[in-house]
């Protein structure tokens, strides 16, 4: 109950802060410190019914796991931190004019792990934020429809 509770209490604050198109963020991190309180529970559950070994155990089994599966997974990390990054710019709203590398588009979609550019073909071009946040340059004053 007491983790519920501060998954509630933690995701309205964020909600606060982070609102409209980030609010992906919020839901990332309510899940992420979810995730650690449930299974900080779980292995003190064990540990008082008395299975410490097994707990400890477990705690660095999940470790190694976790180490092997976020370099797994680096290129998603990255695309997912630079999604932050980018949801909280300013400088990149949806409507804004890029130029990311050889691509120039408008912003039609930014989210945790993507971003998408409408080209002036009438094509639409989805990056990896990674690629956005490294290689992005805004037009100066540019948006559609203004």
Known sequence: MAIRL???TLGAVLRRYYTGRQELVAQLGVTVVGIFLWFGAALAFLKI???????????TAVGFIALGVSYALSE???DTVAGVYLLRDPDFEVG??????NTEGTVNASELRKSRFALDTGDTVVLANRDVESKRMRRANEKTGE
Not at 49 to 59: C, E, T
Not at 96 to 101: A, I, N, T
């Open 6 to 8: 501060t998954l509630t």
């Open 49 to 59: 019914v008395g299975f410490g070994d097994i707990a400890a155990s477990l705690g």
């Open 76 to 78: 998603m990390i990255a």
């Open 96 to 101: 804004d004019r890029v130029v990311v590398g």
